[in-house]
């Protein structure tokens, strides 16, 4: 087992990390920025390291910083988190070549499942489900068009480094693909120095539910079930929840298989993701493979009584998993806490918190590093808590929510709070009626409405 865990990442998902390792015993290093000094993964590590200034390309993702951090705390492994480096190939490897264990996926790997184009070819070679869409990155424009006619209108254009909706458009006429497929290369090498486009077909009423998986060093591979992240607004998710409402058993037996086969395929080691897209017949289609832990993995942790991260330490210190697959015996929704206004479009509202009273009770769950008097920095991801409430069933679980939503107190800064709150009342959302599609005629009431 490792002596001393290095956890390359900040905020909430920095403290989580933190938490289970002294829990089994390992030692912690936290990096920091300057704009980090305050913040509680500091204050609990044992060791902390500053990596430089606020801007992230000059500490949380400067790979040699980062590395001189591990080497001078002596660290044996290094956790990324989400986001930043967890899924950098480049990192893994280097991590390698300095004999730190990277608790998440071998380079080869992040290169395999990364790449859209590539993750796709290499899931339809699985036998996994996958949107009818190019072989690949398409080549110019004559073959854009000849493809759309072949798939059929709707399309949807993604640029293959693509991710948070940059680079995607999509397109019900022939005569709008030329237009979108000019804006999307553009923003694409724009966002990522890389404007390679691929093509799927548009999939009607879409819902996006991801199966969890976890593999072990020996091939072998389990999932732990599905989580429903269909509340998005642009490309970014808002609310979670598992069991999905519009998952049945059958479903869940199929899409469980598909995803313990695709990582079973690839040998993955690790947690991870597999994504897919669920159309309103319930045919589910494969659309891509995060390879590191996600934002909302407290849900599944709460309704099948499980440590994620514990399993990712244990495997990448050699532990064989179980095999086992797992079912939700409880009902769990994940509210994501951001520091944003949503009365004025989610305008992010960064400051100092004057306040704060956290919920709880039986049922209730907060990953937070922020508290009374800390200042939220400009400089990074808007999401400053998350509010998890479980219960016995769907309808107990929202209760418990709007409950927990009231008792949530934020002040001297603007906070998601409200449109949870408003969420919750939400026929449609009670009635487990949503899709993908669901912010875009979602209106928040006025303050003085409420």
């Known amino acids: 087992m490792f002596k001393k865990i ?7 998902i920095a403290l989580r990390i933190l938490r289970t390792c002294k829990e089994m015993g390992i030692k912690t290093v936290a990096v920091y920025s300057t704009a980090d000094a305050e913040s509680l993964h500091v204050r609990f590590a044992d060791e902390a390291v500053c990596i430089g200034p606020p801007p992230s390309n000059l500490s949380y993702l400067k790979i040699s910083n980062i590395i001189a951090a591990a080497e001078i705390t002596n660290a044996d492994a290094i956790h990324p988190g989400y986001g930043f480096l967890s899924e950098n190939a480049k990192f893994s490897k280097i991590c390698e070549e300095h004999e730190i264990k990277f608790i998440g996926a071998s380079a080869d790997m992040i290169a395999k499942m990364g790449d859209k184009a590539t993750a796709k070819a290499t899931m339809k070679a699985a036998g996994v489900p996958c949107i009818p869409g190019s072989e690949g990155i398409i080549k110019d424009f004559k073959e854009c068009r000849k493809l759309a006619e072949e798939i059929g209108y709707p399309v949807m254009l993604k640029a293959t480094a693509g991710g948070g909706g940059k680079g995607m458009r999509a397109v019900w006429k022939p005569e709008d693909l030329e237009p979108a497929w000019e804006s999307a290369r553009k923003e694409a090498e724009a966002s990522f120095g890389n404007d390679g486009m691929y093509m799927e077909k548009l999939i009607e009423e879409p819902r996006h539910i991801e199966i969890q998986v976890v593999g072990d060093s020996s091939g072998k591979a ?27 058993d059958k479903l869940r037996k199929k899409m469980g298989e598909a995803a313990v086969k695709a990582a079973e395929y690839i040998k993955y ?49 050699g532990v064989p998993i179980s095999g086992k697959n797992y079912f939700p015996q409880l009902h769990s929704i994940e509210c994501r806490i951001n520091a944003e206004d949503p009365y004025h479009n989610f305008r992010p509202s ?20 922020v508290y009374s008097g800390y200042t939220i920095p400009p400089n990074y991801d808007s999401m400053i808590a998350k509010l998890i409430t479980t219960a016995q069933t769907r309808e107990e679980a929202i209760n418990k929510m709007k409950r927990a939503l009231d008792e949530f107190v934020i002040e001297g800064i603007k906070t998601t709070i409200p449109f949870h709150r408003q969420l919750m009342d939400e026929p449609d959302y009670i009635e487990g009626n949503y899709t993908t599609k669901f912010m875009e005629s979602f209106k928040m009431k006025t303050p003085e409405a409420e």
């Open 350 to 369: 960064p400051g100092k918190i004057t306040n704060m009273h956290a919920p709880g009770g039986h049922g209730v769950r907060i990953d937070t590093h």
């Open 222 to 248: 389990c999932h732990l079930s599905e989580r429903d992240c269909s509340i998005q607004r642009r490309h970014q998710k808002l609310t979670e929840e598992t069991p999905s409402p519009f998952m049945t």
């Open 6 to 12: 290095l956890i390359a990442n900040r905020g909430e």
């Open 269 to 317: 080691e690790g947690a991870g993701t597999v994504e897919f897209l669920v159309d309103k017949h319930r045919n589910f289609y494969f659309m891509e493979m995060n390879t590191r832990i996600q934002v909302e993995h407290p849900i599944t942790e709460q309704v099948i009584d499980y440590d994620l991260i514990r399993e990712q330490i244990l495997v990448a210190s």
